[in-house]
């Protein structure tokens, strides 16, 4: 295998990886740019979508139309889970909120173990979700490329949707100054709202692509796609949607960089070293790469 | 808090006796009940007993820096994690060692310690992280520090993971010596009582406290706000690792799975119920949570209400405990005892009893 190829080969697993970690954090961002709350129960909401996907597949709908209500029911979920749970506290302190979303995380996947059982199980994707193709030597699974193609077209349409529709320009407001825009007669529970459905389906998409991906699903599968995703709204500068997506993409290449450079043993560490950056990201560039946010040091 | 000091002030201080028999009363009844339970109590009881006692030194440790500071820790597991495997490394007899963890290296392969020495340098082993973590990142604030300990928490578990000669990587890691006794228990949840006290009522907790309030007003009078931090990130995890020492010889089998989310979870719950920085709220909450998540553990296996059957339903309990946390934060965030403390010298103050009994004058 040529330079060339094997650098090609990379870079596509980096951008695949990387479309999922932007997908999981520009919702973690729209929340948190709206309501300073880390919404730790995100990833669940992937194992939502993917559950729902599952059940409807084996009931024999056709993949589009069981994506289509996973992505529903993951939005779904994401506003039940504002109005029961984070509604009633907002404008607490900042670390009341991200308990509360612990909270939410202890429920959903319990509740998953109860209903659906514990154990992973497997994942019927489609043929076009499933297959790996070979271009000369490079081996590439179907899912990686559809993957980036997906984030790809939703990253546009979010664009579009926050720069061009009034509720995308009150949700940039009430990011800027939730108390002043609602003196401009923005609803900010609608705004709110909003936030969370588009946040959620984004998850829940990116719930579809990992299950697709790894072959399986289980309750806990969310876990450690919001670590990282909330890694990735770090570095980008927490609470802006293009630093979401811009550290998403980073944290991707960063990733399968340390995967292919660190040498033998050592590449199990590669989550240490990812979460070590995140504590130096924190404390030399706290606003991230494009973060805007007032600086909070002692 | 203030208004509870000042109103304190005002009223005669107690006689040292008083103040003497308000201390020896919990010490005696905790006696007393440790005694019968030993004596009377199933195994099921003797076992939520040790169990309660170690939350207890948990929950009061982290209450002395989550509390006494107000920046959030999420990462205390970690240091439970060092505590535990360093003194369960040191502690494994030789022969075990040999079959267990072939690939240590000679000098630890070859000692062996006693359970005090190997309880102190595990929570020195905790100290050392804490003190070497602290000074960056206590040095954030708000949900800031939060994150970065928690990212600490997974290094925590990248590690253990994949420290395979020392820790036997994933999977279990037996073989522990059973030294752990409710005596060791309960000494050191008196001990770390007792030094929460003390540090709160040292010119250290005073400086801890005043940041805590008020950065910028603290830093006028000369407090040094990330000393102070540190002072308490220290003490903290060095009473965290002591109880991951003690936890991980009561448990004897454990894998890093046991340091991770659900347990820092367990804990938080218990110092958000009792109320972040009151010491008394911290065992309260504690005992409280321990009591109510057996119950509905017990409850979980299925049990019949007259006629109705209830199925069992594993993992009811740990939802409805979520619940009632979500409950707590969204109705009384400063937790049961919202930063007051218990205090039993008023028992002995014949003053107290009077205005129990004495009917309101209009």
Same mark, same amino acid.
């Given at each position: 295998m040529?330079f ?20 999981m954090?520009?919702g973690?961002a ?20 993917s559950y729902t ?9 056709p993949?589009?139309g069981?994506?289509i209500?996973a ?5 779904i979920a ?6 029961v ?6 404008g607490?302190? &900042?670390?009341?909120?991200?308990? *509360?979303?612990?909270?939410? %995380?202890?429920i ?11 154990r992973?199980?497997?994942f ?9 193709f ?6 590439v699974s ?8 997906? $984030? !790809? ?6 664009t ?5 529709t &009034?509720t995308?320009?009150?949700?940039r407001?009430a990011?800027? =100054?939730?108390v002043?825009?609602?003196?401009m007669?923005?609803?900010?529970n609608?705004v709110?709202?909003?936030?969370f459905?588009?946040g ?14 790894v072959?399986?699903? &289980?309750?806990?599968?969310?876990f450690s ?5 909330f ?8 609470? %802006?949607i293009?630093g979401?997506v811009?550290?998403g993409?980073?944290l991707?290449?960063l990733?399968?960089f340390l ?6 043993? #050592?590449?199990?560490y ?16 706290p606003n991230g ?9 002692i | 808090?203030? &208004?509870?000091?000042s109103?304190?002030a005002?009223?005669?201080?107690p ?7 308000? /201390?020896a009363?919990p ?7 440790t ?8 195994a099921?009881?003797?076992r ?6 170690? =939350? ?5 440790s ?8 107000g920046v959030?820790?999420l ?5 439970m994690?060092?505590?535990?495997y360093v ?11 040999? $079959? ?14 006693g359970?005090l ?6 929570g ?15 040095r954030?604030?708000?949900?800031y520090?939060a ?7 997974v ?8 420290? *395979? ?9 037996s073989?522990t010596?059973a030294?752990?006794t ?6 050191w949840a ?5 030094? !929460? ?16 309030e ?13 000393? #102070?931090?540190?002072?308490?990130f220290?003490?903290?995890a ?14 004897l ?5 046991a ?11 218990m110092?958000v119920?009792g ?5 008394s709220g911290?065992v ?10 057996? /119950? ?7 049990f019949?209400?007259g ?6 339903l594993?993992g ?8 009632l946390?979500?409950i707590?934060l969204?109705?009384?965030r400063e ?11 008023r ?12 009917r309101?004058?209009?």
């Open positions: 040529s060339f190829e094997y650098g090609t080969q990379q870079l596509i697993n980096a951008l695949s990886i990387g479309s999922l970690y932007a997908l954090a520009i973690l729209m929340v948190f740019s709206i309501l300073r709350l880390i919404n730790f129960a995100h990833g669940d909401l992937m194992m939502v979508a996907a599952l059940f409807l597949l084996i009931g024999g709908s993949f589009l069981a994506a209500a992505v529903v029911i993951a939005a994401g506003l039940a889970m504002e109005r749970a984070y509604r009633p506290i907002r607490a302190p &900042d670390v009341a909120m991200l308990l *509360t979303s612990f909270a939410v %995380t202890i959903l996947e319990n509740a998953a173990v109860l209903t659906v059982g514990a992973s199980r497997a019927p994707a489609p043929p076009f979700l499933s297959t790996v070979t271009l000369g030597n490079l081996t179907s899912v990686n490329v559809v993957a980036i193609i997906t $984030t !790809a077209i939703l990253l546009v349409l979010l579009l949707f926050v720069r061009r &009034d995308g320009i009150s949700m407001a990011a800027e =100054d939730l002043a825009a609602q003196l007669g923005i609803n900010i609608r709110i709202a909003y936030a459905a588009i959620s389906g984004l998850a829940g998409v990116a719930g579809l692509l990992c299950a697709a991906k072959g399986k699903v &289980d309750p806990f599968m969310g796609p919001v670590l990282k995703a890694i990735a709204a770090v570095i980008g500068g927490f609470g %802006t293009p979401a811009v550290g993409y980073v991707g290449f990733e399968i995967q292919a450079t660190l040498p033998g043993q #050592s590449s199990a590669r989550d240490a070293f990812v979460f070590g950056i995140l504590i130096l990201v924190l404390l030399i560039r790469i494009l973060g805007v946010q007032e600086r909070e040091e | 808090m203030d &208004d509870s000091l109103r304190s005002s009223i005669t201080q006689a040292p006796w008083q103040r003497y028999a308000g /201390v009363t010490l005696l009844l905790l006696l007393l009940v005694f019968y339970l030993q004596w009377a109590g199933s099921y009881i003797q939520v007993w040790i169990i309660l006692g170690l =939350d207890i030194i948990l929950v009061t982290l209450n002395l820096f989550n509390g006494f500071t959030f820790s990462g205390h597991v970690g240091f994690a060092i505590g535990a003194s369960a490394i040191l502690t494994l007899p030789l022969e075990k060692k040999a $079959t267990n963890l072939p690939d240590l290296p000679a000098w630890l392969a070859h000692t062996q310690l359970f020495p190997a309880i102190l340098i595990g020195l082993a905790a100290t050392l992280v804490a003190l070497v973590i602290g000074r960056p990142v206590l954030l604030s708000g949900h520090v994150v970065a300990t928690l990212a600490f928490l290094i925590v578990r990248v590690i253990l993971i994949n420290a *395979t000669p020392y820790t036997r990587g994933s999977r279990t890691f073989g010596p030294y752990t409710v005596w060791w228990v309960y000494a008196v001990v770390t009582v007792y030094v !929460a006290w003390r540090v709160l009522r040292s010119p250290y907790g005073r400086a801890m406290l005043a940041q805590r008020d950065r910028a007003a603290a830093r006028s009078i000369g407090v040094r706000v990330l000393r #102070s931090r540190m002072w308490a220290g003490i903290s060095f009473l965290t690792g002591v109880a991951g020492a003690l936890w991980g010889h009561y448990i089998s454990f894998s890093p799975n340091f991770y989310f659900a347990e820092t979870f367990s804990i938080i719950t110092l119920v109320g972040m920085g009151s010491i911290s309260i909450g504690t005992i409280l949570v321990v009591l109510l998540s057996e /119950v509905l553990r017990n409850l979980e296996g299925g019949s209400l006629v109705v059957q209830i199925p069992s594993y009811m309990s740990q939802i409805l405990m979520a619940i946390f979500i707590i969204i109705f009384r937790g049961l005892m919202g930063g007051h403390e218990i205090d039993l010298t028992l002995y103050v014949p003053d107290f009893w009077q205005s129990l009994f004495r309101k004058e209009v």
